[in-house]
């Protein structure tokens, strides 16, 4: 059996949903904020002096271990991003560009791809990031830790 509801009634029930609704969203993200407040989110500096060797970057590749990527900003238009993980403990990202002239250089990717500093002490036993890089000068680099600007 169904009960309707008419006029100013169904707008007080509407606002009343809503205002449920808005309020499960807010409290879900406040905690979801408050764990993630406890750790700190690095966006990883690129050797960019080495710019001009690689030329346009061909394929980027990131492995995160004991740990994720948390963020991206400023993504370069027209490549390809794939995201996922090798084995549960280790995160990966993927770039590579759709056309070959949208191939931006080294400088463009600096700054971009954010991670995910673990907490506590048990993660960042096994915490590492390796970044390794092409270019269509046929160069090809891999750097890890503090040579991206990590703690």
């Known amino acids: 059996m169904a009960i309707q509801v008419h006029g100013k009634a169904r707008r007080n029930a509407v606002r009343i949903l809503l205002s449920f609704a808005l ?23 690129l050797p960019v002096k080495q710019a001009k060797a690689f030329g346009p970057i061909d394929s980027i590749h ?37 056309l070959g002239a949208a191939a931006v250089g080294l400088a463009a990717w600096d700054g971009v791809i954010g991670v995910r500093i673990p907490p506590d002490a048990d993660a960042r036993s096994c915490f590492k990031v390796t970044v390794s890089v092409g270019g269509r000068s046929g160069k090809f680099e891999t750097w890890t830790g503090r040579q991206l600007g990590l703690p």
């Open 23 to 45: 309020s499960t969203f807010l409290i879900g993200s406040g905690s979801a904020q408050a764990a993630d407040s406890q750790s700190t989110t690095v966006f990883l500096k």
């Open 62 to 98: 990131v492995e995160v271990a004991c740990s994720w990527i948390s963020g991206l900003k400023n993504v370069p238009g027209l490549y390809n991003i794939r995201m996922g993980y090798d084995i549960p403990a280790v995160d990966m990202f993927d770039a590579d560009p759709r």
